[in-house]
């Protein structure tokens, strides 16, 4: 059984900046790709952000480049949200993702393979 564990969520201000974690337990998935998704209130899900395993593959969304980081570690089977300068839209429960490659979770959300249960991240103005 894989499970993925967001950490980090909270309710900040305007144009401060916040850390997402996401850890997996369980079976460890090697070689797996992980990324990002949130989903604002009456929203479809947004893809944010999707790192390769090694990391040489990063995709971001386009409401986030610039602002937002995705990291990696592999020796923890955990991916990283680093988000600065929020803003109120980025209010969202983030998600984290996982499957084998980074382009499906940065293309294909209903391809991916495992999903976390969610963090809120709540952005005052």
């Known amino acids: 059984q894989v499970l993925l564990e967001e950490s980090g969520g909270g309710l900040v201000q305007a144009g401060d900046s916040l850390k997402l974690a996401c850890k997996e337990s369980?079976?460890?998935?090697?070689?797996?790709?992980m990324g990002w998704y949130r989903q604002a209130p009456g929203k479809e899900r947004e893809f944010v952000a999707a790192i390769s395993w090694r990391g040489n593959n990063i995709y971001y969304g386009d409401s986030v480049k610039g602002r937002f980081t995705v990291s990696t570690d592999n020796t923890r089977n955990a991916v990283y949200l680093q988000m600065n300068g929020l803003k109120p839209d980025d209010t969202a429960v983030y998600y984290c993702?996982?499957?084998?490659?980074?382009?499906?979770?940065?293309?294909?959300?209903?391809?991916?393979?495992?999903w976390g249960q969610g963090t809120l991240v709540t952005v005052s103005s």
């Open positions: 993702a996982a499957d084998r490659d980074s382009y499906t979770i940065a293309t294909m959300s209903r391809k991916v393979e495992f």
């Open positions: 369980g079976r460890t998935l090697n070689n797996y790709a």
